[in-house]
C-alpha cells in the first residue's frame, strides 16, 4: 500500500486562503484555474464532492510564481 504525502497541518490552506494569494477576488475562481491550468496544484485534502479542500501553501505558492516569472 502507497502512503500519501506527509503534511504539516499548520501548511494546509482552505480555498479563501488560496484566493487570496492568487489575488482574485472571489474564492469560486478557484475551481475556475483548477479547470483551466492542467499544473494547477492538486488538493492535498478533498472530499465531500470537492465542496471542502486543502492545500499545501507552499505548492500554491511555487505555482503562483512560476506563472509570475513566464507572464
Same mark, same amino acid.
Do not use: Q
Given at each position: ?8 497541518? $499548520? ?5 479563501? @486562503?488560496? %484566493?487570496?494569494?492568487?489575488?482574485? &477576488? ?12 492542467? $499544473? ?5 485534502? @478533498?472530499? %465531500?464532492?470537492?465542496?471542502?479542500? &486543502? ?17
Amino acid at each position: 500500500m502507497a502512503m500519501g504525502r506527509l503534511v504539516d497541518l $499548520d501548511d494546509l490552506i482552505d480555498v479563501g @486562503e488560496v %484566493a487570496a494569494l492568487l489575488g482574485l &477576488a472571489h474564492k469560486n475562481s478557484v475551481t475556475t484555474y483548477m479547470r483551466r491550468y492542467d $499544473d494547477f496544484p492538486v488538493p492535498a485534502i @478533498e472530499f %465531500a464532492e470537492g465542496k471542502c479542500r &486543502a492545500w499545501v501553501r507552499e505548492d500554491i505558492e511555487r505555482w503562483h510564481e512560476r506563472r509570475e516569472e513566464h507572464a
